[in-house]
């Protein structure tokens, strides 16, 4: 079992950076597939970025595209989503989660496809 932990969330104004980072609790996760959801107010939890276990393959929603990065550190069993050009509606509380399916491509973007969930880390964009 792996248990992510998230942290780097804040307040930013638009047009802004800001670099969140999952870590994992008391051993490696490099064998299991990481993805980052988030969910604002009112509105459903909806995928943001994945990346495989090898970091060989990653994965944006259409909204993260081009903006957002998703990488990983194994040595530090670390996952970090690089969030560029920040606009208001990436106002959300970001969710970092783990994977241990080995068919990966089809699932990424589905909270089924996950199993373990950190508490999540807010972020706030400023107009």
């Known amino acids: 079992q792996v248990q992510p932990v998230e942290s780097g969330g804040g307040l930013v104004q638009a047009g802004g950076s800001l670099r969140l980072s999952c870590a994992a609790s008391g051993r490696t996760y490099s064998s299991y597939h990481m993805g980052w959801f988030r969910q604002a107010a009112g509105k459903e939890r909806e995928f943001v970025a994945a990346?495989?276990?090898?970091?060989?393959?990653?994965y944006y929603a259409d909204s993260a595209k081009g903006r957002f990065i998703i990488s990983r550190d194994g040595a530090q069993n670390t996952v970090a989503l690089q969030m560029n050009n920040l606009k208001p509606e990436d106002t959300a509380v970001y969710y970092c989660?783990?994977?241990?399916?080995?068919?990966?491509?089809?699932?990424?973007?589905?909270?089924?496809?996950?199993?373990?969930w950190g508490q999540g880390t807010p972020v706030t964009v400023s107009s």
């Open positions: 989660a783990a994977s241990k399916l080995i068919y990966f491509r089809g699932a990424y973007s589905t909270e089924g496809g996950y199993d373990y």
């Open positions: 990346i495989n276990g090898a970091g060989s393959q990653t």
